[in-house]
């Protein structure tokens, strides 16, 4: 990943410029940028991967530079490094996706650099958006908005859909988040990887392991991942239920 430093004092930039070449994978674009301004252009020019980004600087600052990268269509991913710990909300609020304070610790520019080879704003919008909006095919993953900001689910991970009233419940492998979509579109375009197995639930075909009668004379279908867990299969489903089991 190409990398471009942004930084108004040279030793800084000669710091951040040593630590990021001991990292494997990552690659110091030259020149560097000295304010804003050049950011910018250099930005424009050099087409960085991730921009590591002060704040405080002459001119532009870096708060107003990411403000002006969240305008474009396939904007780098920011991290800020300054020495100003009191900018992290405002940093956020332009879509950084790490803020440092100086002096930066290698492991913790490592972490933020890792976190910044995750999908960009564009990136994401092309994995996540339903493919009756895109025409394509159906999404690779899910995005959630949970409190840690926009979570990424890979389609793999997800192990049933849940619908309650307005929202959609999705168990991952993780833990579980509310996604803000009807069950009726997720089982429209993911039918060959989920299976219906009430009116308001979806099952990952492949986590299936075992369908159990009760001696009331309910059924409940244990999935993999769920740790002893089941779910209830409605009656009228049952039959589909049996019927795919015998071909996995």
């Known amino acids: 990943m190409n990398v471009l430093i942004v930084d108004d004092e040279p030793l800084a930039r000669e710091r951040l410029s040593r630590m990021?070449?001991?990292?494997?994978?990552?690659?110091?674009?030259?020149?560097?940028a000295s304010n804003g301004e050049e950011a910018l252009t250099l930005i424009d020019s050099l087409k960085p991967d991730v921009v590591l980004l002060d704040i405080r600087m002459p001119g532009l600052d870096g708060l107003q530079v990411a403000a002006k990268l969240c305008e474009r269509e396939a904007p780098p991913a920011v991290i800020f490094c300054t020495a100003h710990d009191e900018f992290a909300l405002e940093a956020f609020q332009v879509s950084a996706v790490g803020y440092l304070v100086k002096p930066v610790r290698p492991e913790s520019l490592s972490e933020a650099l890792k976190k910044a080879e995750r999908p960009n704003r564009v990136q994401l919008a092309a994995l996540t958006r339903p493919a009756a909006e895109t025409g394509g095919g159906p999404r690779t993953h899910i995005s959630a908005r949970t409190r840690k900001g926009i979570e990424l689910i890979p389609l793999d991970h997800v192990v049933y859909f849940i619908a309650?009233?307005?929202?959609?419940?999705?168990?991952h492998e993780g833990g579980e988040v509310l996604l803000d979509e009807p069950l009726k579109a997720l089982e429209d375009e993911f039918g060959d990887r989920f299976v219906r197995i009430h009116r308001n639930a979806l099952v990952a075909r492949e986590r299936i392991e075992?369908?159990?009668?009760?001696?009331?004379?309910?059924?409940?279908?244990?999935?993999?991942?769920?740790?002893?867990?089941?779910?209830?299969?409605?009656?009228?489903?049952?039959?589909?239920?049996?019927?795919?089991?015998?071909?996995?």
């Open 164 to 171: 309650d009233h307005k929202y959609v419940t999705l168990r």
């Open 20 to 32: 990021v070449g001991e990292l494997e994978g990552y690659r110091v674009l030259d020149p560097a």
């Open 210 to 248: 075992r369908l159990q009668r009760t001696p009331l004379g309910h059924f409940q279908l244990f999935l993999k991942g769920l740790d002893g867990d089941s779910l209830v299969v409605s009656r009228r489903h049952v039959a589909g239920v049996r019927k795919l089991m015998q071909s996995l």
